[in-house]
Nanobody
Framework: VQLQASGGGLVQAGGSLRLSCAAS????????MGWFRQAPGKEREFVGA???????YYADSVKGRFTISRDNAKSTAYLQMISLKPEDTAVYYC?????????????????WGQGTLVTVSS
């Protein structure tokens, strides 16, 4: 499956953005979708994920501010971000793995998008 992330940009602290991850090539509904981010000089970290059945789970740092959803008809996953903070600044990646157990580890995801940059100014 091929993934294309989009929607990043520059936003002021307290603002919001919605990232999209468009998938192609395989049956989208068979995949769990994850969002990760990587800030300069830091390791890639888990943001949240949505299972094939639309069960969602999040990193503690984004709970209550970020929401993941999916539209299987459009083969697209979304990451809605509100109340953004400067520490949310990072390149955001979407990733996919075949439906199964939930995972917060990048190594468990088989397919990755190219990343989209989110910059939150203070």
């Amino acid at each position: 499956v091929q993934l294309q992330a989009s929607g990043g940009g520059l936003v002021q602290a307290g603002g919001s953005l919605r990232l999209s991850c468009a998938a192609s090539g395989r049956r989208f509904s068979s995949y769990d979708m994850g969002w990760f981010r990587q800030a300069p000089g830091k390791e890639r970290e888990f943001v949240g994920a949505i299972s094939w059945s639309a069960y969602t789970y999040y990193a503690d740092s984004v709970k209550g501010r970020f929401t993941i959803s999916r539209d299987n008809a459009k083969s697209t996953a979304y990451l809605q971000m509100i109340s953004l903070k400067p520490e949310d600044t990072a390149v955001y990646y979407c990733a996919a793995k075949l439906a199964g157990y939930g995972s917060t580890y990048p190594s468990d995801y088989d397919y990755w998008g190219q990343g989209t940059l989110v910059t939150v100014s203070s």
